[in-house]
């Protein structure tokens, strides 16, 4: 995967468009959610709310796929379902490696492979 600059501070921008609003405004709450875990790293809500706002939104993109036939919809949802594996079962506080992780795969995610989607759903 292709690594692209994480921003500090880190929030979601212009950027990061995928051009459907509703999928912009989740990645949007992604962002949210990760920097939340990040000022607070012992809130157990912080990272429970991550998980909750990661799997709903993968929910939604998963579902766009399917009403679109989108052709990697496969390749995606294993993408979607290796970070959610990941971030599940974690436990707070949240060491500085585990939110590294999470804003660097967040940034690829959507640069290197959202992306490929546009005007695709």
């Known amino acids: 995967?292709?690594?692209?600059?994480?921003p500090e501070p880190y929030t979601w921008d212009e950027s990061f468009?995928?051009?459907?609003?509703n999928?912009?405004?989740e990645h949007k709450s992604i962002f949210k959610a990760i920097a939340d875990c990040a000022a607070a790293p012992a809130d157990a809500d912080k990272l429970k709310s991550l998980v909750s706002v990661v799997g709903t939104h993968f929910?939604?993109?998963e579902a766009m796929f399917d009403k679109a036939n989108?052709?990697?919809k496969a390749a995606h949802k294993t993408a979607h379902d290796e970070f959610l594996g990941k971030i599940k079962d974690l436990k707070a506080?949240?060491?500085t490696a585990?939110?590294?992780f999470a804003k660097t795969?967040?940034?690829n995610h959507i640069k290197g492979i959202d992306f490929k989607y546009k005007g695709k759903l």
Do not use: G, N
């Open 1 to 6: 995967m292709s690594t692209f600059a994480v």
């Open 93 to 95: 506080p949240c060491d």
């Open 70 to 72: 989108y052709a990697d």
């Open 59 to 61: 929910a939604t993109e």
């Open 98 to 100: 585990t939110v590294t």
């Open 105 to 107: 795969w967040l940034v």
């Open 17 to 21: 468009r995928v051009d459907y609003d």
């Open 23 to 25: 999928i912009d405004t």
